[in-house]
Each structure stands twice: as C-alpha cells, then as structure tokens.
C-alpha cells in the first residue's frame, strides 16, 4: 500500500496570509489527525476526523481548521498566519483512530511564516 | 490534563553500548505507543502495548508497560549507528487525544 501522502511539502507564506495543506491517508484508513511538530513544543495534536466528522480538538486557535472528505482524505487551514505558526505539518492516519491504534505518518508539509 | 514525560532528554551512546529511554505518565493508560523519528524525517510507528506489564521485542530493542499502566521503557542494545534519532512515547488521555511525550535524542559514537 502507498503511505500517507502531504502536499505541499515546503510552503513560504508572510504574515496574515492563509494557508491550506493537504493529507492524504492511507488506502482504508478512515482517521486522520493533524500534528504541529516545533523544536520548543514537540509534537502537539491539533485535531483528529473519523469519517467526515471532527472527533476530537486539540489546544490550538479557530485560525486552525480542517476538514475530511468522503474518500478520507484530509486538509487543513491556517488563516491570519502569525509567525510562530512556521512549523512542521504531520499528518497522520489510521484504522479506526490515533489514540486506540499506531498511526502512520506523512512527509510532512515545513511552513514558514515570514 | 494528561502529560507523558520522557527522559532523558539526549542520550550520546558509544557504538555497541546498551541504554533505556523511560516514559511516564500523570494518568493510567488505555495503551503506549512508541515512535521513532529520523533526522530529517517524520515519526514512525514501532510499536503499541496494552497489557499490564506486557513486553515485546523487536530485534534489539525491548519495550516494556509499567504494571500501573502508568509508565513505559524502551530499551536498546548493542547500539549501531541506525539507530540514530529522537523516540517518542505517546498515550491517549481521557479525552481519547494522543498526547507525545518530548522525546529521547539519540546520538552514536563510532
């Protein structure tokens, strides 16, 4: 099977912009989450989808947004960019969720926010 | 909420040499789950352990789930210079999200 796929994998935007990226998971594989990955902040969840819906939020602003389509493949949006948002974009999917199964991670979309 | 702690930090091994990477958490766990990621790279799944006091090996490394369920160990061997890169630990909290621990380091002299 092809792994989780991300595009763009390098993306330059300047402050205020929006941006979107997007997953796209693993053949069957219905979950999909969103991970921002900082050298101070590690790996912290921004949100998981099941099946179309959001089951679950992480800790971050409504400037972060995503969404799943009927084929489970996934975006995510970033508007008003700040530039602490310069990160890396994981994106990450599985069977039937991140918290109960091991999930299998993409390439990872490196947004810099000048 | 639900914090997974790593240490250490960084670990320099020498080329040969064994050491263990310790994972706590401030909750019990449904599960643990280890990640390895390469310089460079993105975190790849190792491994998950439910049970109680479960251990699995691959190869030479060994995993192991505290008895509590709180706390987890990752355990190396005979360190070859693949084995390079940061191990996350992660376990879902209550809310069911996957919190990641900061992560060990890993460096090999030659």
């Known amino acids: 099977k092809a792994g989780v796929t991300q595009t763009p994998r390098y993306l330059i935007k300047t402050r205020g912009q929006q941006v979107t990226l997007s997953c796209s998971p693993i053949?069957?594989?219905?979950?999909v989450s969103w991970y921002q990955q900082t050298p101070g902040q590690g790996l912290q969840f921004l949100f998981e989808?099941?099946?179309?819906?959001?089951?679950n939020k992480g800790n971050f602003p409504g400037r972060f947004s995503g969404r799943q389509f009927s084929n489970s493949r996934s975006e995510m949006n970033v508007s008003t960019l700040e530039l602490g948002d310069s990160a890396l974009y994981l994106c990450a999917s599985s069977l039937s969720g991140g918290s109960g199964s091991g999930q299998f991670f993409g390439p990872g979309t490196r947004l810099t926010v000048l | 909420g639900q914090q997974v702690m790593q240490i250490p930090q960084y670990q320099h091994v020498q080329e040969g040499e064994d050491f263990t990477t310790y994972c706590n958490s401030s909750?019990?766990?449904?599960?643990i789950q280890w990640y390895k990621q390469r310089p460079g790279g993105h975190p790849v799944f190792l491994i998950q352990?439910?049970?109680?006091?479960e251990v699995k090996k691959q190869k030479r490394l060994t995993f192991q789930f505290g008895e509590a369920k709180k706390n987890s160990s990752l355990h190396i061997t005979a360190t070859q210079t693949t084995d390079v890169g940061t191990y996350f630990c992660a376990g879902p909290g209550n809310d069911y999200k996957l919190s990641f621990g900061a992560g060990t380091t890993v460096t090999v002299r030659a």
């Open positions: 989808y099941f099946s179309e819906t959001q089951r």
């Open positions: 352990l439910v049970k109680s006091g």
């Open positions: 909750t019990t766990l449904s599960n």
């Open positions: 053949s069957g594989h219905r979950s």
